[in-house]
């Protein structure tokens, strides 16, 4: 979408807030020996709670009310009965409604005892996404936003996962600008426009470049032993530093 008034604004921040707060307490509850449908359970009532509804559930029939994924699994994890263990890689993607307006956000964190490279890997693609982020305005060139997730990346010593992208947001849960690349496209010509509503989250690897889909439909996976780190910000575009959305 692109922002109208402020109240556009305003409903954007509102239901960004509810989903920084459900990350925020999904991850300070997250415990070794937790099943990934508790901690889901967990997101689900705070979202409850201040009045929003799952997205992916309520657009796509998503088996859960939000994304988990450890280790090999990067993206669309079913919340389930699986076991967070002493040290995974754990992410969760939250993306709800309220009011009409739709955000998305996602964190990757690791489990007790913190592997340091995995910590890492988290860390960076915080930093990855930030300076993205903070790059962006009005009449900056989309394909940007792939030029430099792929540079970043590999000055990490990284590499960008090409099959999952950042995408456009507002009214719905996807909408344009679709497919925002994580590597540069020269055949883009697509341009930020002030108002514009979009997500960033980049996909950092320690090895493979491609995800694969489960038989579910839903889970996408490594097809090798890698990790991948995923963060996620909503967020604003403006004739001057973009606004972020997705905080508490």
Same mark, same amino acid.
């Given at each position: 979408m692109?922002?109208?008034?402020?109240?556009?604004?305003?409903?954007?921040?509102?239901?960004?807030?509810?989903?920084?707060?459900?990350?925020?307490?999904?991850?300070?509850?997250?415990?070794?020996?937790?099943?990934?449908?508790?901690?889901?359970?967990?997101?689900?009532?705070?979202?409850?709670?201040?009045? %929003?509804?799952?997205?992916?559930?309520?657009?796509?029939?998503?088996p859960?009310?939000?994304?988990?994924?450890?280790?090999?699994?990067? @993206?669309?994890?079913i919340?389930?009965?699986?076991?967070?263990?002493?040290? +995974?890689?754990v992410?969760?993607?939250?993306?709800?409604?309220?009011?009409?307006?739709? %955000?998305? @956000?996602? $964190?990757?964190f690791?489990?007790?005892?913190?592997?340091?490279?995995?910590?890492?890997?988290?860390?960076?693609?915080?930093?990855?996404?930030?300076?993205?982020?903070?790059?962006?305005?009005?009449?900056?060139?989309?394909?940007? =936003?792939?030029?430099m997730?792929?540079?970043?990346?590999?000055?990490?010593?990284?590499? @960008?996962?090409?099959?999952?992208?950042? !995408?456009?947001?507002?009214?719905?849960? $996807?909408? %344009?600008?679709?497919? =925002?690349?994580?590597?540069?496209?020269?055949?883009?010509?697509?341009?930020?426009?002030?108002?514009?509503?979009?997500?960033?989250?980049?996909?950092?690897?320690?090895? %493979?470049?491609?995800?694969?889909?489960?038989?579910?439909?839903?889970?996408?996976?490594?097809?090798?032993?890698?990790?991948? @780190?995923? !963060?996620?910000?909503?967020?604003?575009?403006?004739? +001057?530093?973009?606004?972020?959305?997705?905080?508490?």
């Amino acid at each position: 979408m692109t922002v109208q008034n402020q109240e556009d604004i305003q409903g954007l921040k509102e239901i960004g807030r509810v989903i920084a707060l459900t990350i925020k307490e999904m991850k300070s509850r997250a415990r070794v020996g937790m099943t990934t449908r508790e901690l889901d359970e967990i997101g689900g009532r705070v979202l409850k709670r201040h009045g %929003a509804k799952s997205a992916p559930k309520t657009t796509y029939g998503f088996p859960g009310e939000t994304c988990i994924s450890i280790n090999h699994v990067v @993206a669309h994890g079913i919340p389930g009965d699986r076991v967070i263990q002493a040290g +995974d890689l754990v992410n969760v993607d939250v993306s709800a409604e309220l009011g009409g307006y739709y %955000a998305d @956000a996602g $964190h990757s964190f690791t489990m007790p005892p913190h592997d340091p490279a995995l910590s890492r890997l988290c860390e960076y693609t915080y930093s990855t996404m930030m300076k993205i982020i903070s790059s962006l305005k009005h009449g900056v060139k989309l394909n940007e =936003i792939g030029r430099m997730i792929q540079t970043e990346a590999g000055q990490g010593g990284y590499k @960008a996962v090409k099959n999952l992208c950042s !995408h456009g947001i507002g009214k719905s849960l $996807h909408e %344009a600008p679709t497919e =925002i690349l994580p590597f540069y496209n020269k055949h883009d010509h697509r341009v930020l426009k002030e108002g514009q509503v979009i997500t960033i989250e980049p996909f950092l690897s320690t090895g %493979a470049e491609y995800v694969a889909e489960h038989a579910d439909g839903w889970t996408l996976f490594v097809p090798d032993n890698s990790y991948v @780190a995923q !963060h996620e910000h909503t967020i604003i575009i403006t004739k +001057d530093q973009p606004v972020i959305v997705t905080v508490a």
